[in-house]
T-cell receptor, first 115, second 117 residues
């Protein structure tokens, strides 16, 4: 099974600043996914990141607000730009892998609080 | 059309009881239906998943029942234990065009399960 490490695990940031979240996987994966989980809510897909191409964003999410990098097959970053309190959420990285086909693994998440 | 509706929002059962969580979907293109378990401070972990070509799948105490015509599926947790207390999410996905990945998941709203000893 894939092991995903996210950094930081949590952070408190001032509004108007940006935070970059790192996602490291212990094996090479084609696709990586970034999700947002607002307080007490479900998970919503932000974007899909493939190595060597621009990320594909879901409706309601834009590259200027959530730029994503995917420099290689084991690493990705998500930046939350110009933050406001509404961006306070848990941000999760996900990849596919493992013995079970289609199993999606999630990192432990980055808990972001914007003040 | 992309929604997955989950109920109940919260569920309390006694140890040894059966926990039942229901989900309904609208998009008939969905062909992969996983259930995730999430403990506080952790990312979701896959419990069990089903494809629409079967009506039921069982793994240990966890069973998915699937009704394709009704576009509904449910999770049954038999002999519920206090350690099962967590948030459960149903989800749905389909193979992206030209690919093999089911990684784009649409999640239900989640059910907070509490199992009393």
């Amino acid at each position: 099974s894939a092991v995903i490490s996210q950094k930081p695990s949590r952070d408190i940031c001032q509004r108007g600043t940006s935070l970059t979240i790192q996602c490291q996987v212990d094996s090479q994966v084609t696709m990586m996914f970034w999700y947002r989980q607002q307080p007490g809510q479900s998970l919503t897909l932000i974007a899909t990141a493939n190595q060597g191409s621009e990320a594909t964003y879901e409706s309601g999410f834009v590259i200027d607000k959530f730029p994503i990098s995917r420099p290689n097959l084991t690493f990705s970053t998500l930046t939350v730009s110009n933050m406001s309190p509404e961006d306070s959420s848990i941000y999760l990285c996900s990849v596919e892998g493992g013995a079970k086909e289609t199993e999606a693994f999630f990192g432990q998440g980055t808990r972001l609080t914007v003040v | 059309q992309q929604q997955v509706k989950q109920s109940p929002q919260s569920l309390i059962v006694q140890k040894g009881g059966i926990s039942i969580i229901n989900c309904a979907y609208e998009n008939t293109a969905f062909d992969y239906f996983p259930w995730y378990q999430q403990f506080p401070g952790k990312g979701p972990a896959l419990l069990i998943a089903i494809r629409p070509d079967v009506s039921e799948k069982k793994e240990g105490r966890f069973t998915i029942s699937f009704n394709k015509s009704a576009k509904q599926f449910s999770l049954h947790i038999m002999d519920s234990q206090p350690g099962d207390s967590a948030t459960y999410f149903c989800a749905a996905s389909w193979v992206m065009a030209g690919g093999t990945s089911y990684g784009k998941l649409t999640f239900g709203q989640g059910t907070i399960l509490t199992v009393h000893p």
